[in-house]
C-alpha cells in the first residue's frame, strides 16, 4: 500500500486507497496478513468510487478467495476504467501470500477484466500451471500465451527472478510479443520493486498513454527508483520513489534527505 501511494504521488497521481489486507511485515520479509472483510471492502470502494472518478485500478494483495470475488464485483461495474493486477503471490523473501484456491479466484475472475497482469517470472509459472500436467516447465512466453487465454489483455513479465546477466521484461499481448526491454541488474535485494512496476504502469495509463509506451517508461522509473534505493532497516533496500525530489550533494547515502 505504501509503496503503491509513494509512487502514484510520485508521477502525478492522487491514489485512493482501499485496504484489502493488514500485514505485519518489515524489511526483511513478511510475519503475518490478516484479510480485510470482504464487505468491508466493497464499502471502501463504493465509498470513494462513488464521490471521485477514477482513470486506473491497480490491484496487488488480495487476502481472500472473497476479497477477489469482492474486487471483481467493484470493477465489473466500472468496465471503461483499465485495470492492472499485480498478482503478488509470495513475499520477495518467499513468505505465501496467496492459496492455490485464491490463484484459481483470481484467474476466473480477475485475469477476464484486467487490463495488463504483471507477474515476475515465478508468478507467471505458477499461474500458468494451475491445473496442468506438463512435464516441463513452460517457457515465459508459453506462460504469457496462456494467461492471454484466461482473459487478460497483456502480459508484463518481470525478469527480475531469472538467472541473466541483464533484466529482461517482455510485454504480451494476443497477437504475440508487443515489446521487450533489457536494463542493467542491479546488485541487492529490493523491498517492494513490483509493487513500484505496477503502480507506476497504472500511473501512466491513467496519465493517458497506451500500454506499450507505459510499460516502457514504468519500467524507467522503476529502474531509477531501484538504483536510487537506500537502506531504511536490517533487510532489503527500499526503493526511492522520490528520487527526482532529492539533491545528491550533503546527503547521508543511507537514505533519502
Given amino acids: 500500500m505504501q509503496a503503491d501511494v509513494m509512487t502514484l504521488a510520485s508521477l502525478g497521481c492522487h491514489p485512493l486507497s482501499v485496504v484489502t489486507a493488514i500485514t505485519i511485515q518489515d524489511t526483511i520479509g513478511v510475519e503475518d496478513m490478516l484479510p480485510i472483510d470482504a464487505d468491508w471492502m466493497v464499502d471502501q470502494a463504493r465509498c470513494v468510487l462513488e464521490d471521485v472518478p477514477v482513470d486506473a485500478f491497480k490491484v496487488g494483495v488480495i487476502g481472500s ?11 465489473s461495474d466500472y468496465p471503461e476504467v483499465p485495470l492492472v493486477l499485480d498478482p503478488v503471490l509470495t513475499s520477495a523473501r518467499g513468505d505465501e501470500l496467496a492459496s492455490e484456491n485464491l490463484i484459481s479466484a483470481m484467474s476466473e475472475l480477475l485475469l477476464p477484466q484486467t487490463t495488463v497482469l504483471t507477474p515476475n517470472s515465478h508468478e507467471a509459472r505458477r499461474l500458468a500451471i494451475q491445473d496442468s500436467d506438463d512435464t516441463e516447465e513452460p517457457s515465459l512466453e508459453e506462460c504469457a500465451i496462456r494467461l ?16 541473466t546477466t541483464e533484466v529482461t521484461n517482455t510485454l504480451y499481448a494476443t497477437g504475440g510479443l508487443v515489446r521487450s526491454d533489457s536494463w542493467q541488474r542491479l546488485p541487492g535485494s529490493y ?49 526511492d520513489r522520490f528520487f527526482w525530489a532529492h539533491d545528491d550533494e550533503g546527503m547521508d547515502e543511507s537514505q533519502p534527505g
Avoid at 478467495?65 to 470493477?75: F, N, P, T, W, Y
Avoid at 487465454?149 to 518481470?158: A, K, P, Q, R
Fill in 65 to 75: 478467495v472473497e476479497g477477489a470475488a469482492a474486487i471483481a464485483e467493484v470493477v
Fill in 148 to 163: 492471454l487465454e484466461l482473459g487478460t489483455e497483456y502480459v508484463l513479465v518481470s525478469g527480475t527472478h531469472e538467472n
Fill in 191 to 239: 523491498h517492494g520493486s513490483g509493487c513500484t512496476l505496477a503502480a507506476a504502469l497504472a500511473a501512466h495509463i491513467a496519465r493517458g498513454l497506451d500500454v506499450a509506451s507505459a510499460a516502457r517508461n514504468a519500467q524507467e522509473y522503476t529502474w531509477q527508483t531501484l538504483e536510487s534505493a537506500y537502506r531504511a532497516g536490517m533487510g532489503q533496500l527500499v526503493p
